[in-house]
């Protein structure tokens, strides 16, 4: 297990999970959100790449219309 914190929670995860396979557990719908990590907004293309390692920060915003 790794420790996170995932948008000012501590969270455990599983060791070996990807951006996509968080944002899949959440079912979060990638076209709506960004992914910051430690502080560097992540690309959508590395999503699948990037693995959690422990004490990562991460901060998932969210897009809203509005006018």
């Known amino acids: 297990m790794a420790k996170i914190q995932l948008n000012g929670k501590k969270v455990s995860i599983?060791?070996?999970l990807s951006i996509s396979d968080l944002l899949k557990k959440y079912k979060l719908d990638t076209s709506k959100i960004?992914?910051?990590i430690?502080?560097?907004i992540l690309n959508k293309t590395k999503y699948k790449k990037r693995i959690l390692k422990n004490n990562d920060k991460i901060e998932?915003?969210?897009f809203?219309?509005?006018g």
Do not use: S, T, W, Y
Request: aromatic residues 0%.
């Open 14 to 16: 599983k060791q070996k």
């Open 38 to 40: 430690n502080g560097i």
């Open 64 to 66: 809203i219309g509005g």
């Open 34 to 36: 960004a992914v910051e």
């Open 60 to 62: 998932i915003v969210h």
